[in-house]
């Protein structure tokens, strides 16, 4: 039977018009896999966004399917697309053995990072059979050589196929003898900050331009507080502009022991500089890519703050109670996979709006030239820029 991939959807995550639940590369992927014949208990399917390589395989009797999405919104997706369509016959792993032990049938849908693809394809040359295939595929506009060349460094045989409806597959094959440790996660330190990434996250174990303003800003550079005095917001889009730091918070408006949240936490680093700088807090931070979890967890444990620190993976924070934040550390993404789309800023500020106490601080750092203030305004409360940079601007909103 024709599989409906028109019907699948994107919820929880961002759906426009511009946006669908599948691609020409994820019905190359499901025609490839039907043409092998593997058994279902044999096949891992990474990176498959909302549901199309596994339910498609699903609908066509092929059980036992083992299945890793990064994306937490990618991991609710599937579960509902599966319900809608009466579907079963796979589970959810994450990157490790369990997915990919005794696999001799990878599908991949290439990710942008050649980080990540490095630490996928050691993953499946370590764990899974040593007869494993690796089909990987992607559209056309957004592959490059250097992809297979790092396949190459996992598999002997590195096979470009080609392209068909703008979609391209790469077949890895001969799985290299692996090293005696995993290439990821990998740590760096910033003035005394030691950051931990694995190859999915956000800007690896760099911090990232964004992240080190907003640190500045809130004086948590370096681990060291200053304690400036906030100037109150003031009300409308229209109020005026202040290129001036604010400090890290209003104390009028903070408990002796302020709920913090890092709202798209990345690899953790404003949760830990919090942390360190405050002691007495308690902060939780949340991302919705596994691979950014993972690493966080980790530079929380390397910065000896995990009994005050709390790492979610979750879809814009939707595990934290209502009103129950003081303060939201926010640097918010502006792509959806390889869409520049605002969209995902949205929801972020609109789970900020939630989660903030009437009276907390939303900390927001952006891109200039994308002007959320007057969002920032509608969506949450009173917001006021407090630093400005040629490319990145720094505001200050009151939970109304």
Not at 188 to 206: E, T, W
């Amino acid at each position: 039977m024709d599989f409906p991939y028109s019907g699948l959807r994107r919820w929880p995550d961002v759906e426009a018009d511009n946006l669908q639940a599948y691609d020409a590369t994820d019905l190359l992927l499901v025609e490839r896999a039907l043409s092998l014949g593997i058994d279902g208990r044999e096949i891992a399917v990474i990176g498959d966004e909302f549901g199309a390589i596994t339910l498609a395989l699903a609908a066509s009797g092929v059980d036992g399917i083992r299945v890793h999405q990064d994306l937490a919104t990618g991991r609710r997706a599937l579960a509902r697309n599966a319900d809608e369509l009466g579907l079963v016959g796979f589970s959810s792993h994450e990157l490790d053995a369990s997915l990919l032990d005794g696999a001799r049938l990878v599908l991949l849908q290439l990710p942008k990072s050649l980080a990540e693809l490095e630490e996928i394809a050691d993953a499946v040359a370590r764990w899974a059979e040593p007869d494993v295939l690796l089909v990987a595929g992607g559209r056309v506009k957004h592959m490059t050589i250097a992809q297979n060349e790092v396949l190459g460094r996992s598999f002997a045989e590195v096979q470009a196929e080609r392209a068909v409806r703008k979609s391209r597959l790469v077949v890895a094959s001969e799985s290299r003898p692996v090293p005696s440790e995993p290439p990821f996660p990998v740590t760096a330190r910033h003035d005394g900050l030691a950051l931990v990434a694995h190859g999915g996250a956000f800007a690896g174990a760099r911090l990232d331009i964004g992240t080190r303003v907003l640190l500045e800003v809130l004086g948590l550079a370096g681990s060291q507080l200053r304690k400036n005095t906030s100037a109150s917001a003031e009300s409308g889009p229209n109020a005026p502009e202040s290129a001036r730091s604010s400090g890290v918070v209003n104390d009028e408006h903070v408990s002796p022991a302020p709920g913090v949240v890092d709202l798209g936490c990345g690899t953790g680093a404003l949760a830990v500089s919090y942390a360190l700088a405050h002691p007495e807090s308690r902060v939780i931070a949340t991302d919705r890519s596994a691979a950014a979890v993972a690493s966080a967890r980790a530079t929380v444990a390397a910065n000896g703050v995990a009994d005050r620190v709390t790492v979610l993976h979750d879809d814009a924070g939707s595990a934290i109670a209502d009103a129950s934040a003081d303060v939201v550390l926010l640097n918010p993404p502006f792509h959806l996979g390889s869409s520049v789309h605002t969209g995902a800023a949205t929801r972020l500020f609109e789970a900020a709006a939630r989660i903030l106490r009437p009276g907390g601080e939303l900390f927001t750092v952006y891109n200039s030239s994308l002007g959320y203030r007057a969002e920032l305004t509608r969506l949450v409360g009173a917001t006021e820029q407090v630093h400005r940079t040629p490319k990145f601007t720094v505001t200050r909103s009151v939970r109304r």
